[in-house]
């Protein structure tokens, strides 16, 4: 049974990932252009689902544009984040960027 | 129509503010404190805390203190600080508006520093009650807009709301300035395709390369943990995003921190520092962007967020537009305009830029933003260098 009203957002035709619009639990079935599947990881609001298969290499594309590349193969429905892609022209950091056992030496 | 305050150098502001400014961070806590004791919403706080002289420090402080917004100032340095303070005090005299400078080496110390400063407020007070009042059509304003905790509904919501608001603006007659070249890596061209000349699309193409460059040196994107966290992924995606609050209007210029756009329409302006990289990031924080932006003359700034900011600044009222339902639902008593509700209601993205634009004039008009009102005026000034910006970077001066 599909739902009422979508959780996903497609910005652009050309787009190959999805726009979360609410949060979606793990398990739950989404439905991505007519096809049931089961959400493999629970994804929050303003994250990207895979539209299609994609492999490591290709351009991810949003708002009709390139945000960045495919780093590891992402299989129809995965979320689509720092653990699977990366950016084209500066790496992204996260708050484990600096370690404190790294500025302290003595 | 507004009712603007109108100054003596013939600028209008939409409010009427004492800035009390240290120029070096040996004097922020008595700056600060005369700032308290005064208990006025109107006297505010600002300054630059390093002693080494910055010439874009000393055109920043002459920007601010001669805003349209401001009605008078209050200089407070130590002494022996390396800022330019009679250059600064004489300018701000020239502008017709009111100065006192204290020195607190000269003054006799905290204390009776404090005691005089509160007694040059109640002088600059008194002379503010007259400053005439004077109508402000649309067309006088001056907007700015920055993101600040983007996240991946940003794109969708606030900041294409605000491009229309934008659009809006421009076609009034308004000037707009967008801004954060480093926020925009990777939309160079599509924005180049907007210049009002090819010569000011190479320029716009060119700061953007100059942004990229200078933040690979550093290591770092301006990108923040938050980021990746509301699901942004890489700069790229966030620029995208962050390049939609500029709306559809021709780009009529680029400008730099400081300049003031010769008349209305759509402004780009280039916060990364020219030269080698010295002083560390562009813009260490939010507020650094907004100074900016007051700086060049902004009245207001319209401020998106998606997971969440609630400051405000000192001189300029912000306007904050809410890009993210779940976090609306948190923080709603820190935001001005709810633009989540394109997601979690089918709002149209024409409805809240219509709400953004009416926010724009009531704010204008002496309402107070909810910022304003919660007592926000954070403010954040550190050291930069640029050249003056070439000669195809403002095509109908």
């Given amino acids: 049974m599909s739902p009422v009203k979508s959780p996903l957002i497609l910005l652009h035709e050309r787009d190959n990932i999805l726009i979360v619009r609410r949060f979606i639990a793990e398990g739950e079935v989404i439905e991505i252009d007519g096809q049931s599947l089961t959400a493999t990881s629970s994804v929050d609001v303003g994250h990207k689902l895979a539209r299609f298969v994609l492999k490591k290499g290709q351009k991810v594309i949003r708002f009709g544009a390139p945000i960045g590349s495919i780093s590891a193969d992402v299989a129809l429905g995965e979320h689509v984040h720092t653990h699977n892609m990366q950016s084209d022209y500066i790496p992204s950091h996260d708050r484990q960027a600096v370690k404190l056992d790294e500025v302290e030496h003595d | ?397």
């Fill in chain 2, 1 to 397: 129509m507004i009712n603007g305050y109108l100054r003596q150098d013939g600028r209008k502001g939409i409010r009427n503010v004492i800035i009390v400014a240290y120029l070096v961070e040996c004097a922020h806590h008595v700056a600060r404190a005369i700032v308290t004791k005064a208990d006025d919403p109107n006297v505010q706080l600002i300054g630059f805390p390093g002693c080494y002289p910055n010439a874009y420090a000393l055109k920043m402080m002459q920007r601010l203190a001669t805003h349209p917004n401001v009605g008078g100032a209050l200089l407070v340095s130590l002494g022996c600080d390396g800022f330019n303070r009679s250059a600064l005090g004489e300018a701000i005299s020239d502008s017709g508006r009111p100065v006192e400078t204290f020195v607190i080496q000269e003054t006799g110390g905290t204390k009776k520093t404090v005691d005089a400063g509160l007694e040059a407020i109640g002088r600059l007070q008194a002379e503010l009650v007259d400053t005439p009042r004077s109508l402000m059509d649309v067309s006088e304003l001056v907007v700015g807009t920055i993101c600040g905790g983007s996240d991946g509904t940003s794109g969708i919501t606030a900041n294409p709301a605000v491009g229309r608001c934008f659009d809006r603006l421009v076609y009034e007659g308004a000037t707009c300035i967008f801004e954060e070249t480093g926020e925009l890596i990777g939309c160079e061209q599509v924005m180049a395709s907007r210049a009002t000349t090819p010569e000011l699309a190479a320029e716009i193409e060119a700061a953007v390369d100059k942004a990229a460059a200078y933040y690979t040196t550093l290591g770092y994107g301006s990108f923040a943990p938050g980021n990746a966290d509301g699901g942004l992924t890489t700069q790229e995606e966030k620029s995208l995003g962050a390049y939609s609050k500029s709306g559809d209007s021709p780009i009529s210029g680029l400008i730099k921190p400081g300049d003031i756009p010769p008349q209305g329409g759509l402004y780009l302006m280039d916060v990364v520092p020219d030269g080698e990289v010295r002083f560390g990031f562009p813009n260490i924080s939010d507020n650094a962007e907004i100074v900016e932006m007051m700086a060049s003359g902004c009245h207001l700034t319209l401020f998106t967020t998606g997971r969440g900011s609630v400051v405000g600044s000192a001189i300029s009222p912000v306007i904050k537009i809410c890009a993210n339902p779940e976090t609306y639902e948190r923080l709603s008593d820190d935001m001005d305009v709810n633009a989540g509700r394109i997601m979690s209601d089918g709002a149209s993205v024409d409805e809240v830029g219509e709400e953004i634009y009416q926010r724009v004039i009531e704010v204008a008009s002496g309402g107070h933003s909810i910022s304003e009102a919660l007592g926000h005026q954070e403010f954040i000034l550190t050291y930069k260098s640029f050249e003056p910006i070439g000669p195809s970077c403002l095509p109908s001066r």
